[in-house]
């Protein structure tokens, strides 16, 4: 049993005993429930058996097929345009947008983040904390093709835990590693000093992704930008807790 049971950990257990008279579910000790794992079991009428001194948690489009490349046409402002200049470049098919445009410099800044996730991950010794980090930079790349292809994004979910448990977690820490909020100071390490400074790039794309998709049709990359700062946040946490036990 893992130390955070997720959704999707109650219902792998609940497929596994579907033919089974078992109307309780045990928790391990140290082991905590998210909220979704919680009412997951409740929507299914199973009790919850906690350990003797654990308390409970509070319940708190289409791709455009391009023609022969003598006949290529750009389209820029609803006009097309055989030449492509400088200024601009590809926003979808043979579809420009200019390089300053706020959703080309969220993509940048998308790109920027993976490329500094990685080399984080590179220098990161613990391999939980550095599967993690790279499990974001995949998360981020779905973004990407999402966006690129017009596609939504669906079952959005990190280290198996939903977005909403993953910020369930970063607001309770207490709760799920006996880590309370924290300051960060000089002498934690180089490796929360570096998950913070991913923390609050991950705040500052929001902000990009906020003003690239400012007409309500993309809520599910501004949604997934916002949780991404809650997930470093999480993992710095985890940090916290591994050097604590230390």
């Not at 391990?28 to 919680?38: E, N």
């Not at 290529?72 to 043979?94: A, C, E, M, P, V």
């Amino acid at each position: 049993m893992p130390t955070i049971i997720s959704k999707a950990y109650i219902i792998q257990w609940l497929t596994s005993i579907q033919h089974q008279s078992i109307t309780h579910f045990v928790v391990d000790s140290g082991a905590v429930l998210t909220k979704d794992a919680i009412k997951t079991l409740q929507d299914n009428s199973v009790v919850i058996d906690y350990p003797e001194n654990q308390f409970s948690p509070p319940t708190h489009t289409h791709t455009l097929e391009q023609p022969d490349i003598e006949e290529f046409q750009y389209l820029i402002s609803n006009k097309t345009t055989s030449k492509k200049n400088s200024y601009w470049t590809h926003l979808r098919g043979n579809q420009l947008i200019e390089k300053s445009h706020p959703i080309i410099r969220w993509r940048g800044s998308v790109d920027m983040l993976i490329a500094k996730i990685l080399r984080i991950a590179h220098d990161i010794q613990e391999p939980s904390i550095r599967e993690k980090l790279l499990d974001i930079a995949t998360f981020l790349r779905r973004m990407l093709y999402a966006d690129s292809t017009t596609q939504p994004l669906k079952n959005l979910s990190l280290w198996g835990y939903s977005l909403e448990e993953i910020q369930e977690m970063s607001h309770h820490p207490l709760i799920f590693w006996g880590v309370d909020h924290f300051f960060v100071d000089i002498e934690m390490g180089k490796t929360i000093l570096d998950l913070n400074i991913l923390r609050t790039e991950a705040r500052s794309l929001e902000l990009e992704a906020l003003a690239a998709f400012p007409y309500g049709d993309r809520d599910d990359i501004i949604e997934a930008c916002n949780r991404l700062s809650s997930a470093f946040y999480v993992l710095m946490f985890e940090v916290k807790h591994l050097l604590e036990d230390k």
